[in-house]
């Protein structure tokens, strides 16, 4: 049995199900503000014909959307975070990019 599959079964047990997913999401989110690298995002992004798949995903969902918009924050640099919120600002999430101030002066305001 590998590591994953052990603690899962072991979070499995001590907890119930949606409170070992905030648990996993809670680690994952920490671990990327921890290691990302913008510039690396950018130079492995630049190499692809299309977007990420994992990309669709998060920005599909608030939480992972939440990440992204801490990320360019963060990393204002990043070439795929601002085109992401800058599309993100015209789309159905537009209220949550225009009610981030601190986004909307990376992206230079939104519409």
């Known amino acids: 049995m590998d590591e994953c599959a052990l603690l899962r079964s072991w979070l499995g047990q001590a907890l119930d199900k949606e409170a070992v997913r905030e648990l996993a999401s809670r680690v994952v989110i920490e671990r990327v503000h921890q290691h990302f690298d913008g510039q690396r995002l950018d130079?492995?992004?630049?190499?692809?014909?299309e977007a990420p798949l994992w990309l669709q995903g998060m920005l599909s969902d608030a939480q992972w959307r939440a990440l992204l918009y801490e990320l360019l924050v963060a990393h204002p640099r990043c070439a795929l975070l601002q085109a992401v919120v800058r599309a993100l600002s015209e789309s159905e999430h537009a209220s949550e990019v225009q009610s981030n101030a601190q986004l909307c002066a990376v992206v230079g305001g939104t519409s």
């Open 43 to 49: 130079e492995e992004v630049a190499t692809l014909q």
